[in-house]
């Protein structure tokens, strides 16, 4: 290819030059834009360089025109008086609402239900970075727009491209061209040009600004010289006629172009000058007719980058309705890569947008494509080879249709919705920066020249729906602007400085979001960042300054919107909320000096606002955040929590602070009235270095009321607490009470720490105090824990010459003051020489005590005079024994003391150490508080594996000396044992239990279930008489319990157990067992016995007495005996139910015979209604003539008059007429259900199917004409009809009880199958083989079906259904028949179904 004359070359040279010299009349926008795009560039690769200048520019004066670039960087009006609103009322959504006047709130909203779902998320990411872009109108240009659509009839605007130039074409055919000042420079071509090749529908300038490409609808393309305006080509046969041109392409050569047409060809165009003669040839690179490519991209470098090495191959990236393409123009054609789509909305618009990037410190291209809402992201890469290779990234996933991709820098990007809203998003996090409504633009859109009207609409259906949102050629970016054509103005957005967002923040007066947004540019965690250093320290200097000014404000702010007047609850409810932000943001930015100087004494100019203060600086201090705190604030501090009563917190801090800067004699002063000793000990330490001063005040408190035996305050035990804790710390050579004691001070405050508890006496001692007062005042405050405290710094000591006579001296000093007092409690001595013990049964154990010490405790002890403390001495002298004392003692001494002063669990501790187990049991049975514990220690030791034979024999043959013992203290627990261990000596224990009562008990235990140990009664083996031994105890003891426990237990034989019974005289008890033995008669003989016997002590009965308990026990026999004859009387023929019946009949009435008539007995109602209750009882197994028979026969009744029966014999006919009535209606009730039932499946079963078709469903052949098959043809009541072949071979036949049952093939096979289908049900054929003959009548297959039609019609169970159940008699065929939903004979009952319901009428009569 032949390069362009050089003629061209210097008019490129001379264009440029003068450019130049006009851009630096303000200074150089592109310089300013490139280094826009290219902040996060460097930023990623960590170049620590410089980038940008925070410096303001001058505003230019008012005589002169405003420049493009003035417009580009128009600041908030700082003019305009502010008047701050409720923020509740501000629409943040929006741009800055006082930035310009062409600004509007767009309110294209109000009921776009993803503008609704993208509103909630704005709040956040308002309130998280802040306004991001700044969005103007480009007034100049705007202005001329529209003044030329009026003057020259240019029409509207339909395109734009931006580089050192802005050009915009129009649809009537002219480009008009503004400079950097917004001034029109050009105004290229004519109305007349513009009537013959249409509207400028593509717009490209190359890199050096000096040619300007314009694409046209009609098809044809013009190169202008943007120097001279002088037209250099009009090319008419690039591409084929009739089609538009959507995008025309300078690539960084500047004799190379690509040009794409609404028939969806892309064809390149090389630009060559020969002989003075400029020409363009072209070359198709992609044909429509493969799949119309409606987007293409092709790579551009920026200056800095025109070395990389990817730069040689000239890249374009292509955008079909399928695929994307990546193809290299040099050194030759060559695809790269093809990345198909998936599946998307056909409307949707395909983008692509090129972007050099940073990756691991390698920059390259990246590419990102988008159609829809997914947004790719691919990286190209070169390698060694010079191939060139290509990666997927992350992709973006929205919520959103994208119209338009623009990358603003390499890490933020900007889309545009198909709504008109911007969204500015990061890439590498993929958020959501902010949202910007841009309706108010009303953006120019290309889909006339999708649909090419111009040249009659000639273009496929998908192209031309692409083009309902495509805005290719109204939104062009350049150096990190994006410029966006509406129908009337040229809009610019960018993003704002950081200063800009922060101060746009505070003029939103979001003081507190401005604070968080400044933090994140001073750590470094922002995005979208323009503006800082990428110097960190720098960075964090310049950020700091800034967030300064804005806490000064902020405090003035507090200040002045403190509300006056009041409560004062409001005041600290508003300071509480302003000034914790202030203190920390200063402690964030290590500005301690600044909050505690200008900060400080601006906020204490209010009180509530100091006191506030004070108070947030709390939680820093305990948390050790805030450890140097200036002595007026600490003073004041202390003061206020003070004068606010809360004392423990001034504790808490004092604690926490350095307080040599405070005066310590006033704050000790206080701590002391206050009762802070925590606070006074940390005081005396920290700020003087003393320690015994301290331990000397609180002695002073809690030693006299020690000494005079008073009890003490909880005041004082609080100190003593502490004070034994702090004397544990400093022997620890820990600080109290936090922190460490400086290493080198530690021996020393060990030292006058235990010379200090060693003093002989204390200092200003009276001449009465005692030798060794305050190791004497703290034994008695509390003896164990002081000697804790001793027993824990003995250990750390280390075995030199100073601690081992140390430990000695102590000692001395402790048997000194506990032996030869008498005012120590036996728990006191005993822990100090349980301590004593321990400390001497160390392997390196230095210390000395006399033996004759331990005998004298052991004496003071055991002392059997002194009942009083007993379990205590007894526990002390145990605790002895275990720290290793037991050396200190001749054992045989100890025992026979221990046993005479009763001390048991010393035994036991002494017998198992000699493993004498067996011994150890009288141990828990002399011990009152221990003796159920015994149990437990048997049955541990006979059954953990570990003891032997020998003693676990011994300790079984004393547990049988003792079991009379062991059955009285717990049956229950004796039993178990006897049970669990030695079952196969039952009858041994029972002849040594001479006593019955206790025999009966351990019976009880072992035999009734009732009672609750856990054995298993079969592994026993109980033989019988030693049951019927407990059962003949059990009448002695507890006659009333002996049916209950008969019928739980199981091992007795029914003879012996009678005559036992018998014996008693127990008649309900034998006449349970007769009834058991199966022996009725003779149980009802022993029963009506006992009633008779009842009834006569009624009768013979005085008639003065007016209550007679006898009655209730006559009822009571009654009411046993008639259960008897009830329980019975299924299983006996007629002649055996009167012999049970009658008698007792008599045996009620035989009293009311005695009675005369004249003077009725006492009770007779009460009999008469008694004897009723036995005829009605006795009706239900004997017939009513026999009972009326034998009442009449009766020789009382039988003669006169039946007055006295009238009143039995009505009732019987009452019950009789009750139940005739019921009987009759129940019948009538089922008559009418089965007449009903019957008539409606008469009339099922005698109608015809009508078929849909004449033809089989399955083989789709008329029936007719395959009649030499035998068995014709199936119709179903869907009315689906088939060759019974053809259905068999489908295999939907099921052979149940005997039967073929078919299934519709087509209801089955599509799942639309009804409950018909589903229970195979039944058809109609032409012919039926007769079944087998059975023993039942069944219906047919066609009656079954009309059936199952019928209770569906129902719609719930029958009456018949319902009486079927529950009369029990489920046959499971006439079952399955009257339900009408079961094919198989498993049964599932009707009152189980959750829809199941009472239907209280009548069915409704159907007419056929």
């Known amino acids: 290819m032949e390069n362009e004359p050089d003629h061209e070359n210097v008019e490129q040279s001379l264009c440029a030059k003068t450019t130049e010299e006009e851009l630096n009349k303000s200074f150089n926008l592109e310089a300013s834009l490139s280094k826009f795009s290219y902040i996060d560039l460097d930023k990623e690769l960590e170049f620590k360089n410089d980038l940008i200048d925070d410096k303001e520019f001058d505003i230019p004066q008012v005589d002169t025109p405003p420049t493009l670039e003035s417009i580009l960087n128009e600041t908030d009006d700082e003019d305009e008086s502010f008047v701050l609103e409720d923020p509740t009322l501000l629409n943040i959504d929006t741009i800055d609402s006082h930035s310009y006047d062409t600004s509007s709130v767009a309110s294209s909203d109000s009921g ?183 987007c293409i991209e092709p790579l551009h470098s920026k200056p800095e980058l025109k070395d990389h090495p990817i730069t040689q191959f000239s890249l374009l990236a292509m955008a079909s309705l399928t695929k994307i393409l990546v193809i290299g123009l040099k050194p030759s054609l060559k695809v790269w890569m093809t990345f198909p789509y998936g599946r998307m909305d056909p409307s949707s618009v395909p983008l692509l947008a090129w972007h050099f990037v940073a990756v691991h410190n390698y920059v390259n291209p990246m590419l990102a494509f988008c159609r829809g809402d997914v947004v790719h992201f691919l990286l190209v890469k070169r390698d060694e080879s010079g191939a060139i290779h290509v990666t997927k990234q992350k992709h973006l996933h929205l919520y959103y249709d994208l119209i338009n991709f623009t990358w603003i820098n390499s890490r933020t990007i900007v889309l545009l919705d198909s709504v008109e809203k911007l969204h500015v998003i990061d890439r590498q996090t993929q958020e959501e920066l902010e949202t910007v409504e841009i309706s108010e633009v009303q953006l120019v859109y290309n889909s006339s020249h999708f649909k090419s009207l111009a040249t009659g609409g000639n273009v496929s259906q998908a192209l031309a729906l692409v083009g309902e949102k495509a805005c290719y050629q109204s939104i062009s970016s350049y150096g990190g602007q994006i410029f966006y054509l509406g129908t009337k103005s040229v809009y610019v957005m960018m993003l704002r400085s950081w200063r800009e967002r922060v101060d746009h923040l505070l003029k939103q007066d979001c003081l507190t979001e401005a604070l968080a947004l400044a933090w994140s540019f001073h750590e470094g965690k922002a995005k979208a960042v323009v503006g800082l250093s990428g110097d960190a320290s720098k960075r964090k200097a310049v950020v700091a300054d800034r967030m300064v000014e804005i806490l000064f404000h902020y405090a003035d702010r507090a200040l002045k919107k403190c509300p006056d007047q009041g409560k004062i609850q409001v005041m600290e409810q508003h300071f509480q909320d302003m000034v914790p932000v202030i203190v920390d943001y200063c402690l964030l930015l290590q500005r301690k000096d600044l909050l505690f100087s200008q900060m400080y004494d601006k906020l204490s100019e209010n009180s509530v606002a100091k006191g506030v203060f004070l108070e947030c600086l709390e939680p820093y201090i305990l948390s050790d955040k805030l450890m140097g705190i200036t002595p007026q604030v600490m003073k004041d501090l202390i003061v206020h929590f003070q004068d606010k009563k809360l004392m423990e917190n001034v504790e808490a801090l004092i604690v926490h602070m350095d307080i040599t800067s405070l005066d310590i004699q006033q704050v000790v002063l206080m701590c002391w009235e206050n009762h802070l000793y925590d606070a006074m000990i940390y005081v005396y330490n920290r700020g003087m270095n003393e320690f015994i001063s301290p331990m000397e005040k609180l002695f002073r408190v809690i030693a006299p009321p020690l000494n005079a035996g008073k009890t003490l305050t909880d005041e004082q035990v609080v100190m003593g607490n502490k004070l034994l804790v702090y004397i544990s710390c ?369 009768t013979h009965q005085g008639e003065n007495t007016k209550e007679d308990p006898s009655l209730k026990d006559v009822e009571d026999t009654m009411v046993e005996t008639i259960a008897l004859c009830q329980r019975n009387s299924h299983n006996l023929n007629q002649q055996q139910r009167e012999a049970l019946w009658f008698p007792l009949l008599e045996a009620m009435m035989a009293p009311q015979k005695l009675s005369s008539s004249a003077v009725p007995h006492l009770h007779s109602e009460a009999l008469k209604s008694l004897t009723m209750q036995v005829l009605n009882s006795m009706a239900a197994f004997i017939a009513l003539p026999s009972i009326l028979q034998r009442i009449l026969q009766d020789p009382v009744y039988g003669k006169g008059k039946l007055g006295e029966i009238q009143g039995l014999i009505l009732g019987m006919l009452d019950t009789f007429n009750y139940e005739q009535t019921l009987l009759e209606t129940t019948t009538s009730l089922l008559n009418q259900d089965l007449h009903w039932s019957l008539c409606n499946l008469r009339a099922s079963v005698t109608r015809g199917l009508n078929p849909k078709q004449d033809y089989c469903s399955i083989c789709l052949q008329q029936y007719k004409r395959r009649q030499e098959m035998a068995d014709e043809i199936i119709v179903f009541s869907c009315g689906h009809l088939y060759h019974a072949f053809c259905l068999q071979n489908k295999e939907c036949t099921t052979e149940i009880e005997g039967q073929t049952r078919w299934t519709c093939y087509k209801c089955s096979s599509s799942n639309k199958v009804g409950k018909l289908s589903e229970n195979s049900s039944e058809i109609k054929k032409g012919r039926i083989t007769p079944s087998q003959a059975t023993s039942e009548p069944i219906l047919d297959p066609q009656q079954i079906q009309a059936f199952d039609q019928l209770c569906r019609l129902y719609r719930g169970s029958s009456r018949l259904a319902l009486l079927t159940e529950l009369s029990q008699n489920r046959s499971s065929e006439s079952y399955r028949l009257f339900s009408g939903s079961q094919s198989s004979p498993a049964f599932n009952s009707i009152f189980q179904n959750e829809n199941f319901q009472l239907q209280l009428i009548p069915p409704p009569v159907t007419e056929d």
Not at 986 to 1010: A, C, G, Y
Not at 1040 to 1066: A, F, G, M, S
Request: hydrophobic share 40%; net charge negative.
């Open 112 to 294: 776009d239900r993803t503008n609704l779902k993208r509103k909630k998320k704005l709040p956040d990411s308002f309130s998280l970075h802040g306004s991001v872009m700044r969005h103007s109108l480009l007034k100049g240009i705007s202005a001329q727009i529209v003044s030329a659509a009026d003057k020259v009839d240019a029409g509207l605007p339909t395109a734009i491209a931006v580089s050192s130039l802005i050009a915009v074409g129009t649809s009537h055919g002219l480009a008009l061209i503004f400079d950097q000042n917004q001034a029109l420079r050009l105004c290229l071509g004519s109305t007349s040009v513009g009537g013959q090749y249409g509207a400028i529908s593509a717009l490209s300038i190359n890199n050096d600004c000096s040619r300007l490409l314009c694409g046209f609808a009609k098809g044809q393309i013009t190169m202008w010289d943007l120097a001279s305006g002088k037209l250099l080509r009009s090319i008419t046969d690039a591409h084929p006629p009739g089609t538009a041109i959507l995008h025309i392409k300078f690539t960084d050569d500047p004799t190379l172009a690509i040009c794409n047409d609404s028939g969806g060809s892309v064809f390149e165009l090389t630009f060559k000058r020969v002989m003075g003669v400029r020409t363009c040839e072209s070359r198709c690179l992609f044909s429509g007719s493969k799949g119309e490519v409606c």
């Open 730 to 1098: 400093c022997l620890a050579g820990r600080a109290y009470p936090l922190g460490d004691i400086p290493e080198d001070l530690v021996p020393l405050v060990k030292n006058q720490v235990f010379e200090f508890l060693i003093r002989l006496h204390s200092a200003e001692a009276s001449p009465e105090e005692e030798i060794y007062p305050y190791v004497r005042t703290l034994l008695h405050f509390d003896t164990r824990e002081f000697l804790n405290v001793l027993a824990l710094t003995f250990e750390d000591f280390k075995n030199d010459k100073q601690a081992v006579e140390y430990q000695q001296r102590i000692v001395d000093i402790l048997l000194k003051v506990m032996v030869e007092n008498s005012d120590f409690t036996p728990s006191q001595v005993g822990c100090l020489f349980t301590f004593l013990a321990r400390q001497l049964a160390k392997p390196d154990n230095t210390l000395f005590v006399n033996r004759t010490l331990f005998d004298q405790v052991l004496e003071f002890l055991c002392s059997p005079d002194d009942d009083s403390r007993h379990s205590e001495r007894q526990q002390v002298l145990l605790e002895l024994l275990q720290a290793g004392g037991i050396v200190q003692f001749e054992e045989s001494r100890l025992i026979r003391m221990a046993e005479k002063a009763e001390f048991y669990q010393i035994c036991e501790f002494m017998y198992e150490r000699e493993h004498q187990y067996d011994k150890i049991i009288d141990c828990y049975l002399r011990d009152p508080l221990r003796e159920e514990e015994v149990f437990n220690y048997i049955h541990n030791i006979l059954s953990i594996p570990g003891h032997s034979a020998e003693e676990k024999q011994s300790v079984w043959q004393k547990a049988m000396d003792h079991i009379e013992e062991l059955v009285s203290l717990k049956p229950c627990k004796a039993a178990e044992l006897v049970a669990t261990h030695f079952s196969g000596q039952i009858e041994t224990v029972i002849k040594k239990l001479q006593n019955q009562i206790l025999l009966f008990k351990f019976l009880r235990s072992l035999l009734d279930p009732r009672e609750g140990i856990h054995v298993n009664q079969e592994s026993l083996q109980i033989s019988p008489c030693i049951t019927e031994q407990f059962i003949e105890l059990l009448c002695q003891f507890n006659p009333n319990q002996v049916i209950e426990t008969l019928q739980v237990l199981e091992c007795y034989r029914l003879e012996e157990t009678i005559q036992i019974t018998q014996k008693y005289q127990l008649h309900e008890v034998t006449a349970y067992l007769l009834e058991k033995k199966g022996d009725i008669h003779g149980a009802f003989l022993i029963m009506l016995e006992r009633l008779q016997s009842k009834l006569q002590e009624i």
